[in-house]
Every structure is written in C-alpha cells, then in structure tokens.
C-alpha cells in the first residue's frame, strides 16, 4: 500500500514539519510512506499531475488557513482521476467541525482530528488489513449515512515519535527553513490561539533534543524555527537548550517563540554572552491593555517585559520580533494607539502588527457574539469589524501596518524615524498614522515599491508636513541610504557630495588626501591597506553632512548645523561608520 502526504505550503522557503513528523512516525512501523511538498503558487493541475504520477493508494492532504480552499478542490480533482485512492485530509482547519467537510465534499473520506501520527497509523493499519477504519480515536468518517467525530487527539509520549530528517533530504532543504519542536502545548489558554484547545504541555526529553539539535549543527543549516508555542515554558527544559547552542561552534539561527516576563535574571544575565546571530526570539505582546488581555486569558507582567526586552535589545546580539494584534475585545483605536505606542518604546528589530483571526476551535470564536465580530466567512476568517473597532478603521489600520512594514521594520530609516516622531510630536502611533493616512491620499497602497522610491516618498510626505526642515530631513535620509543594503541604494534627489559619476565632488581634494595618507586611515581602519580606488570605493565611503547627525544620534538634544565627514564600513556583514575628526580631514 503506497502512501503519499502532501501539502501546499504558503511559501517555497516553508517546509513542513507535520508531514515530517507523520511519514516518519508510520515509516517506523513499516508503511511505505512518500512525502511531496508544493506552494500555494503552484497551480493545482499541475500538482494534481505530480500527484498522480505517485500513483498512490492512500493521499493525505495537511489543511490550514492559508490553503483549505486550494486543499478541498485539489482533493475533488484526485477523486476524479484516481477513484480508488482513499482521501485523508489532516491539520487544525479540518480538526474542529470536520462534519462540515464531509457533508459538503464527497471526495474527502476520512479526517484526522488533532496531532494524527497514532490516528494515522492505526488508519492505515485497518484499511492495509482491508477492515472498516470504526471507532479510532481522534478519526471521523461516514457510517451507514451518518458522520461519525472524534475528539482531537494528543501524543502523550513525544519521543515516541522519530526525529523526521534524514541525512539524504538535507541538500533538498538546504534553502529553506526548517521547523523543529521540542514540545507541544501551551501553559496558557489564549482565546484566539488553537494551543489553548489542549491542556498542559509535553516535552521530547533532553538527550533526544541535544541529539536531534547536533544533527542541525552539523549539516550547517541556515536557520531552524521553533514550533513550541511557548519555548521558555519550563526552565529546566529550555535553559540547558540553550545553553548547548550558544556553545555549539556554528552559522545556525535559532528562532524561537517565547514569553519574555518569565525569563529569571539568571538567564536574562546569560543572553548577554550568547554568540550574535545564534537566537532570535520572537515575543508575543499582543496587547497592553488590562481589560483586552482579561477577556482574552493572557496575563502579561508589562513591567518585567519591559525590564528584560530592553536588557537584550541593548545587548546587540539577538533579533528581538514583537507581536501586536489588532482586533482583540475592548481595544479601540485610542486603545490600540496606547498598545502600539508601548511596544514601539521597546524599540524591537521587528514589531509585527497581526489582524485577529477567529480560528476554528478558538474560544474567541465561541464568543464572537458577544464582542460584535464580524469576520470573513472563510479562511483565514480574518477580522472585519467588532464593537470596538469599525470597518473603516480597520481598514486604515491595515494601510497603517504596511506603510509600517516598509518604514520601520525594513529597518531603511533607522536614524532618521526617531527624528521624525520628535518632530511630529503626540508619539510614535500618531505619525505613522499621518503617514499612513498621506500614503493612501497618494494612491501609494495600490502600488509595489522599490527601495528609491521608497526614500522618495518619504521625502515628499516631509516636503508636504515639515517643509521649514528640507536640509535636516534630506541629510537624515541621505545617512539612511548609506546604512542600508550596503549603500548600493543611492536615490538621485538627495544632496550627494557627488551628485553623479560625471559630476565633481565637492570634498574631492580632502577625501583624496585622506585615503592617500594611509597613517591617518588606520586611526579608523587599523587594518587599512590602499590596493585600487575601484576596491577602496566598494568597502568604504566617506560623505560630508551638513548637520552634525551622529551627534544627535549620541544624544545632543538638536540636529545642528555642522559639517561633519563620515567613514562608512561595508567591509563585514554589519554596517559601521565613524566620525572622521576635523584634522584629519579639513587639513
């Protein structure tokens, strides 16, 4: 009996895990199971056409938010040209009112319900035995002309379950991100989350994690993510996690989500050490709001997430992502304001803003009705309107979050947003709203956007509000250039000291003197050797700014008027720049 799982993954970097976990669960037992990934992007003819060049028996379909509607007609398609074959569908958009999909698509024959590698295999084991797949837990199906249902089932023992890859694949994988788990669950009941669908947590055991963590370390994958919903749920599980990758000697990224108020000062003090670029943390904040975060079952010590994301943030070492939700009970647009304004404060590398999605099996979704949600009736059955927040404004909030997206977590205008905020006044919300409400009065929200056109709209919102501060907010833009994307992304309309290449630099004869006098560079670049200008031009740059921005970006109180020349570095992965002292330079 030939098995084969699939799914359509949301991107062609995603992998999926569950599918993994499934084939490697029943290939133990002795099943042949074969696994075929695609995107959302494929069209389904032509993934039914590789499909059925498997020629399977048995084909499982994972089903989630982003792929439901293509899973049930690409499951239609295989019943029409492989009758024969039993359809499964699995994942947690089919594990929470699955009669509904037997009702309405004939082509499904059975639905998983919860996490399926022991409903799979003893399906599997009934229909290779030719027997009636009755009375399996976690197992719905039709009967004599009734839907029979589970209960979304759990694996209580999760080192039962085979570490999914294997050496042979690992080429396959290489430029894509590869999700682990180190335990399933969740301590907490968040109502818009489905770990709040199960009780307690369980954990593979240490040994099995170091073992199966080593394996990563030693095929030099890109980055590994997390699954577990809450990682830091137990210290004497996740800390000696920890602290065996921060001593591993290796490029991986660790991605992890976690709750940053249980944190102790132990590891808070230990996180200082951590080799950079080793951990990213990704922490759910979601709202800061006393009565949202009630009526939603979560509890959030802001004052220790404050103290402890503001000691990492200022560490340097690991990728902080913030998450906030728009759409939760009691958080209007006032309040939202005041949630989005606390978090920005935390100044973390991505602050991400999430519209709430009322999942099936969500406790949330169970109580729409007494919120007013109005929501999309399919997946990703995303948030429309309820009493706290109209249409309309959620409708700006959405243009909000992607002017945001392409503002500050682009990471483009670093140096110059804080300037921008301070000049606007009334906070950081109140001008990435302005922004966002002259983004879409220009129809920019419609369009996609290239790096220079980007710093280009920005220019044109400051010329419209700030225009008594052309000088400063041209020369702040111009330093965001030079600390982007390796300062390949030069936008003609700022007031370069060579405005193009047929064009005279202003500072030509003090920039020439300088790189020739190699003493006075290896004040800056100890290691400096001069080889060519062609080389010399693609490592380092020095631009003259008519206002002094790296003392402002010290902590002067204004921007003043000052010429200053500044070294840029993009000799190593991190961008740096320095301030070249006046005699060395002015000689």
């Known amino acids: 009996m030939k098995v084969l799982l699939s799914t359509l993954n949301a991107k062609y970097i995603h992998s999926s895990l ?74 947690p958009e089919v594990s929470y009112q699955p009669e509904c999909i037997l009702t309405d698509h004939a082509a499904v024959d059975y639905i998983v319900q919860g996490e399926g590698e022991q ?29 029979v249902t589970s209960q979304p089932q759990v694996v209580a023992k999760l080192d039962d379950i085979p570490f999914p890859y294997i050496d042979d694949e690992m080429t396959l994988l290489k430029d894509k991100i590869l999700y682990y788990e180190s335990s399933r669950g969740c301590p907490f009941s968040c109502q818009y989350c489905l770990s709040s669908a199960t009780a307690g947590v369980r954990f593979l055991s240490q040994e099995r994690v170091f073992s199966d963590l080593q394996f990563f370390v030693e095929h030099d994958v890109k980055q590994v993510k997390f699954v577990d919903r809450t990682f ?21 990224n660790f991605h992890f989500e976690i709750a940053a108020d249980i944190w102790d000062q132990e590891v808070v003090e230990f996180l200082s050490n951590v080799p950079p670029g080793r951990f990213q943390f990704e922490i759910g904040i979601q709202s800061t709001n006393e009565e949202t975060l009630a009526a939603i079952k979560r509890h959030n010590n802001w004052p220790q997430i404050v103290d402890h994301v503001s000691k990492v943030r200022d560490y340097g070492n690991i990728h902080l992502h913030l998450d906030l939700i728009v759409g939760l009970p009691h958080e209007d647009l006032t309040v939202f304001a005041k949630s989005f304004d606390d978090v920005y404060r935390l100044q973390p590398d991505m602050l991400q803003i999430g519209f709430l999605k009322l999942l099936k099996g969500s406790g949330i979704r169970q109580s729409a009705a007494g919120h007013g949600y109005i929501y ?19 409708r700006q909030l959405k243009i909000f979050e992607e002017v945001f997206e392409q503002v500050y977590n682009s990471a483009r205008f670093k140096y110059s947003l ?41 220019a044109e919102f400051c010329a419209a509000f700030y225009p008594d501060n052309e000088q400063k907010y041209q020369e702040l833009l111009k330093f965001d250039a030079l600390m982007s994307e390796h300062g390949a992304v030069r936008p003609e309309f700022l007031p370069w000291n060579q405005m193009n290449q047929a064009a005279t630099d202003k500072w030509a004869e003090c920039k020439t003197a300088f790189w020739r006098d190699s003493a ?22 020095v631009e003259v700014f008519s206002v002094d921005i790296p003392a402002y970006l010290e902590g002067a109180d204004n921007l003043e008027n000052r010429e200053v020349a500044v070294l ?9 720049y320095q301030v070249i002292n006046h005699d060395d330079f002015w000689t």
């Open 18 to 91: 569950a599918l993994k976990d499934l084939a490697s669960y029943c290939q133990a037992s002795g099943y042949n199971v074969t696994v075929r990934e695609y995107t959302v992007n494929n069209g389904l003819l032509e993934i039914l056409s590789d499909i059925y060049a498997c020629q399977a028996d048995v084909i499982g379909l994972a089903c989630y938010i982003w792929n439901i509607e293509a899973s049930l007609e690409l499951a239609a398609l295989i019943k029409k040209v492989q009758p024969h074959a039993v359809v499964i569908l699995g994942g």
């Open 119 to 147: 409903t799979l295999k003893t399906l599997l084991a009934a229909l290779l035995a030719g027997q009636t797949a009755k009375n399996i837990p976690g197992l719905a199906y039709r009967s004599n002309g009734a839907i």
């Open 232 to 252: 830091n749920a137990r210290k004497d599980h996740y800390f000696p996690i920890l602290k065996f990758l921060a001593a591993q000697n290796c490029r991986t």
């Open 376 to 394: 999309m009736d399919s997946a990703p059955y995303e948030v429309l309107a309820n009493n706290y927040l109209d249409y309309g404004q959620i």
């Open 418 to 458: 804080p300037w921008f905020i301070a000049l606007s006044g009334n906070g950081a919300f109140n001008f990435y709203y302005k922004l966002a409400c002259y983004w879409e009065q220009q129809g920019y929200h419609l369009v996609a956007h290239s790096a220079k056109t980007l710093y280009k709209h920005m």
């Open 520 to 541: 006075r560079v290896r004040r800056y670049l100890p290691d400096f050797t001069f080889t060519t200008w062609r080389d010399l031009k693609k490592t380092f740059h």
């Open 568 to 576: 840029f570095s993009y000799k190593n992965a991190k961008l740096t």
